[in-house]
């Protein structure tokens, strides 16, 4: 990066292929980072034009209109009223899709009205033919006074030309407003409006009275003088309509003279699939089939490179042990560090599958019919029919899926969607329910075919599911949230996902997810092993103690040492914490043991089969599950004398675990989506409470 | 009164210039101006949202928004 | 000397997270406690 980079903002409506345009021009050079204050993702990338000039292209949030009706869409008008001058861009890219040309250049209007040099991309030209369109590109530019680019991004064509557009329009440097005002809209409120200050266009003007936002040079007697355009608000929507009307009035204009389509030309696909795809029987049915597809794709490929990361996270961790120099530190890399980075890259095959199809599916255009399909049913329970993205990616990990409801308008159902999908059975929740059902439930047919374990498993994901539906029934009506509830949905042509995007869009998320929920996971993994490595007074004495007591029972040094490893733990700070919270724990069945595993599961609830594992005095790194089943299933409950895991403490533990809000990474994420303590505590709390009294019942009933 | 919510599948109908106020700025922005044509395409199942084009853009809206937005069955000539 | 180590790591993990949860920089001058559409 040098002072020398043009800065280029990439703005257009969504559905335009500007991220493809984004990739093409930036290659791998790109990173995401953060708006402050916001919630709002930020993309930078660096881009070649020529051999002596970069770009520094930041790729802004798809919208129709400066005027923002979401955080996405604002940032956009705040980068364009220079609010932050140092960042503010030299040139704009504004890209159109040839299809929708009209709309797309009402955006265009506006942004040219801001006088800064601009350069119109228009993507998609490979599918002018197939539509029956001809543009007249030199008279195209003239009219709209603007370097005009036909480029197809996902063919690669057309690039190397908007490159070039961009450098002569950066030493152009010089840009006149399109359509301007229309002053017959009220030319005594205009015409005062432009008096207050020379340095700003009337539309500059203008937006700092409709939308409260000002560039960052604007003077405080400015800002007075402008108080008074904004008192009559009805006036003030009145002009921002016919505003609206006028530009449309001169882009057709335009447009009839320059931009032609032969409809005898143009095939339909899209009204073919839509025909199927938003069929009021076969839509529906076609969407559960995708699901359940996506569903097992996900356990299939997903097993194979989860074994292999376990497996090289536990080698690592016994190389490290055994090969450096004993002591503490080494203690905390090999039983913190290492097995807390391998909790957390343990997920990435899951979660980059699941997202591996939610970006073809968007990409395909088909996510807006699901979006069309689901509104109203969502809309019962207070949700949006955009809240099915993250329910669906719930199941990998709430903590993509949460950030996935960015694109949530309303914030009432944005809130309820938040809340309640930490309620879907997400990936971490697995293990625990594996190890369970292989203890608990017998492994037989029913009916001869349907294997009862699994159909035990696939009823703990219908659980979550409900809880989270009825969940959200309950917070709709009774949360009393200032909500706007609008929804506007595009359906898009329907389009072979690009490769390049996909996989962009899948490493993004995944990087995401790691940094994310990784940091926190790490930074608890550490904490818990501090916890569980050191105690007061008892706890230095039990390695000589343990040596004592067993020093008749001919243990092999293997032996010993898992056995003092766990007496180590009972004496640490969390199994003091564990033997404290047992009174509370005990009506649902548990026992301290299992506090222990219950406490350690808040860093990340599949750390319960490992921390039981240890507590069972079963060799770290010889988590195979073999193992400690037969440990957990010999385990006795000194007060009945009867088996510890019995079907209703598992069962009651399942329920726990369904119900209960442990992932304090999810809670960290929480509370930064709805920017509040709030939120996560109420989560905590709610939650918590309804695994205790769900666990309770269902451990009294069934003993 | 008809409005958008009274068309039929694949009927059309014509903007009219009275719905101006009610129709939200967005959709304004989108295009769902009036004198435009406007094309439902599809209905949910429940009734609820409407997949209409207008003005060449495809978009979904919500029962209670169509409901707002008066048509009249026959072109609108425009100068 | 490797104790040292291991309980500033600790310690950095503690700090961490307070920081990152417990007392958040003033950036967040925006929005309050929920921002719908703007």
Request: aromatic share 10%; with cysteine.
């Amino acid at each position: 990066m040098s002072k020398n980079d043009i800065k280029v903002a990439l703005i257009g409506n969504p559905n335009t292929g500007k991220t493809s345009l984004f990739n093409q021009l930036t290659g791998l050079n790109q990173k995401v980072g953060n708006y402050p204050g916001v919630t709002v993702d930020k993309k930078l990338g660096v881009s070649k034009l020529s051999s002596t000039q970069n770009a520094i292209i930041t790729d802004l949030p798809g919208t129709y209109s400066i005027n923002p009706t979401s955080i996405d869409e604002s940032i956009v008008l705040k980068t364009l009223l220079k609010k932050n001058i140092k960042e503010s861009p030299d040139v704009i890219l504004v890209v159109a899709d040839v299809e929708n040309l009209k709309r797309n250049l009402l955006l265009f209007s506006q942004i040219k009205d801001l006088e800064i040099p601009t350069v119109l991309a228009i993507n998609m030209v490979d599918q002018m033919n197939r539509k029956g369109i001809t543009i007249d590109l030199s008279l195209l530019k003239k009219e709209l006074n603007t370097e005009v680019v036909l480029i197809s991004a996902r063919k690669n064509e057309g690039i190397k030309d908007v490159k070039a557009a961009i450098i002569r329009c950066h030493v152009a440097a010089k840009a006149s407003p399109l359509c301007g005002i229309n002053n017959q809209i009220d030319p005594d409120y205009f015409t005062k409006l432009k008096e207050i200050s020379p340095n700003y266009s009337l539309y500059e003007l203008w937006l700092m009275v409709t939308q409260n936002n000002y560039p960052e040079t604007v003077t405080k007697e400015e800002k007075e003088k402008l108080l008074a355009f904004k008192k009559d608000v009805s006036k003030l929507k009145k002009y921002q309509h016919k505003e609206t009307i006028y530009r449309y009035q001169e882009i057709n204009k335009i447009l009839k003279k320059t931009y032609i389509v032969d409809k005898s030309k143009a095939k339909d696909l899209r009204g073919n699939l839509d025909r199927v795809f938003t069929h009021k029987i076969f839509g529906y049915v076609f969407f559960v089939f995708l699901l359940l597809a996506i569903f097992q794709s996900i356990f299939d490929w997903a097993t194979l490179p989860m074994d292999l990361i376990d497996g090289t996270f536990a080698e690592i961790s016994d190389f490290a042990k055994s090969n450096l120099p004993a002591g503490v530190l080494t203690d905390l890399l090999s039983e913190g560090i290492i097995p807390g980075i391998g909790g957390v890259l343990i997920f990435i095959p899951q979660i980059a599958i699941l997202f591996l199809f939610i970006a073809i599916l968007e990409e395909t255009g088909y996510m807006s019919r699901v979006v069309f399909l689901m509104d109203k049913i969502m809309r019962r329970f207070g949700m949006n029919g955009k809240s099915v993205i993250p329910l669906i990616s719930g199941t990998a990990c709430a903590i993509p899926a949460i950030m996935a409801t960015r694109t949530i308008a309303s914030w009432k159902e944005r809130l309820i969607t938040i809340l309640v999908t930490p309620f879907t059975t997400c990936s971490a929740r697995l293990p625990v329910y594996a190890i369970l059902i292989s203890l608990i439930i017998p492994d037989i047919k029913i009916f001869g075919f349907l294997n009862l374990q699994g159909l035990v498993l696939l009823s703990l994901y219908a659980l979550g599911f409900a809880t989270a539906i009825i969940a959200a029934y309950i917070l709709h009506k009774t949360l009393k949230v200032k909500t706007k509830s609008f929804f506007v949905v595009e359906m898009p042509n329907y389009k072979l996902p690009s490769v390049k995007n996909v996989f962009f869009e899948v490493v993004e998320k995944t990087k995401s997810f790691v940094l994310e929920a990784g940091k926190i996971i790490l930074a608890l993994s550490v904490i818990l092993w501090f916890l569980a490595s050191n105690g007061p007074a008892s706890f230095d004495n039990v390695e000589k103690n343990t040596i004592e007591n067993t020093a008749n029972q001919n243990f092999s040094e293997k032996e010993l040492q898992q056995r003092i490893a766990s007496i180590k733990l009972e004496n640490s700070y969390i199994g003091i914490l564990g033997k404290t919270i047992e009174p509370v724990i005990r009506p649902l069945g548990y026992d301290w043991k299992i506090g222990i595993a219950l406490i350690t599961s808040l860093a990340a609830r599949e750390v319960f089969v490992g921390t039981l594992s240890t507590i069972y005095s079963v060799a770290s790194g010889d988590e195979n599950t073999a193992t400690i089943k037969q440990k957990m299933a010999s385990e006795i409950n000194l007060d009945t004398g009867k088996k510890r895991f019995n079907f209703p403490v598992g069962m009651s533990l399942m329920v726990f675990y369904a119900f209960a809000m442990q992932c304090m990474a999810t809670l960290a994420i929480v509370k930064r989506e709805t920017k509040t303590w709030k939120w996560p505590l109420i989560q905590l709390f709610g939650m918590g409470l309804l695994a205790y009294v769900a666990s309770f019942i269902t451990y009294q009933i069934l003993s | 009164m008809n409005t958008i919510a009274s068309l039929h599948k694949g009927e059309i109908g014509y903007i009219s210039e009275e719905s101006l106020d009610f129709i939200p700025l967005k959709l304004l922005e989108m295009g769902c101006l009036p004198g435009a044509e406007v094309e439902l395409v599809q209905i949910a199942p429940l009734k609820d949202p409407l997949y209409i084009c207008v003005n060449g853009s495809h978009l979904a809206i919500r029962k209670e928004t169509a409901l707002q937005i008066q048509i009249l069955k026959s072109e609108i000539l425009h100068v | 000397m490797q104790e040292i180590i291991a309980y500033i790591l600790v310690a950095f993990a503690v700090v961490f997270l307070l920081k990152k949860y417990v007392f958040p920089s003033k950036k967040d001058k925006d929005c309050g406690s929920g921002c719908g559409s703007c």
